[in-house]
């Protein structure tokens, strides 16, 4: 395998012909000045000593790589190793990149820090990081995602951040991105729009995935120290893809790990109820960037489903597109049933409730494993704790 695709991206921000910058003129300069600001700053020690710090310090990293014992003999065949990002401060890896956005907008001098969330995950995480550096943070959210998820919407309103509700269109996700988009048009320049996944115009994903990527670098070294060689398989729920490249960046040269991204299958890949983008997807640009899309004939983004909201997402990082291409990466898929299956086994054998982001990653596991040998194993990038979605799994499975 040649190996020469490393570093990514170019200087105009693709991987191969996936990324860049699909954007109004406006915006090319402020683009750019991120970029720019973020290749100086980042260098500096002053940077990286406080992000380190807060890291070790604040977020609880390095997070532990654990061997569950239990599952492993449940599934029979290769052990199962989990490195646990649901302990992180916040109980994700979305903490990783919001503390690095959060830090750069502060670096930089802007007044207000902008996002939409869906679920909420995103905006608790970025609400938590702006509380932290001391900056003013505006979240947009659709009006139904406001009755849905309470708890995240509380929160929010705890830590300080200004909640926008928006009463538009579908009143989800989709709007609050086009109503979070136009408050930033207002002044790009002062403002900073903290993308949530390894997605958006460059330089959002290599920024984004640069901040995760110490994920993987920790699990690579834990998993040596504690095993003495490396996983056979590492692997991760993909929905944008920021917890998946966060585990993968560290492997790619590894010829003998095989690398395997997750896509939600939600109700079947042979239904419209599904976000399995890389699957099933086809070239095209949605917010600001090129990769594979589910999108119409006309290049709108369809309506996806996942019973896993933070995985729903129609377009997907531009650097998965190109892994999948010179087939570094596999991607596959586990549906909600066996996402639903993961999350309780997962539950009842370790003790651990895994978001349901997490459990579509677990559940490949689980059925790869079986497959194996008991001396070979498989790494699962844990993203995330499932507190958020125990009412709704304990509703749907009438607990
Ligand atoms: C948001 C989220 C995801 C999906 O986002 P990626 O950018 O694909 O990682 C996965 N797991 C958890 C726990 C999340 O909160």
Known sequence: MSLDFLPMPDEKGYFGEYGGQVIPPQLKQVMDDINDAY?????????????????????????PIYFARRLSEKCGGAGIYFKREDLNHTGAHKINHCLGEALLARYMGKTKVLAETGAGQHGVALATACALVGIDCEIHMGEIDIQKEHPNVTKMKILGCKLVPVSRGTRTL????????????NDPVN?????GSVVGPHPFPKMVRDFQKVVGVEARQQFLDKKGRLPDIITACVGGGSNAI?????????????????EPAGKGLDTDEHAATLTL????????????????DQ???????SIASGLDYPGVGPQHCYLKDIQRVEYETADDKECLDAFMTLSRLEGIIPALESAHAIAYAMRT?????S????????SGRGDKDVDFVAKRLAL
């Open 174 to 185: 989709k709007d609050a991105v086009d109503s979070a988009f136009e408050e930033y048009l």
């Open 281 to 296: 997807g086809t070239k095209g640009s949605i917010h600001g960037f090129e990769c594979y899309n589910l999108q119409d």
């Open 39 to 63: 290749e100086k700053v980042s260098q500096t020690d002053e940077f990286i000593q406080e992000l380190a710090a807060l890291n070790a310090d604040y977020a609880g990293r390095p997070s």
């Open 191 to 195: 403002y900073f729009y903290a993308i």
């Open 299 to 305: 290049g709108n983004p369809l309506p996806v489903y």
């Open 246 to 262: 966060g585990l993968f960046t560290a492997f790619l040269q590894d010829e003998n790990v095989k690398i395997v991204g997750v």
């Open 375 to 382: 001396d070979q194993s498989i790494l699962v990038n844990l």
């Open 369 to 373: 494993a079986a497959t194996m040998n």
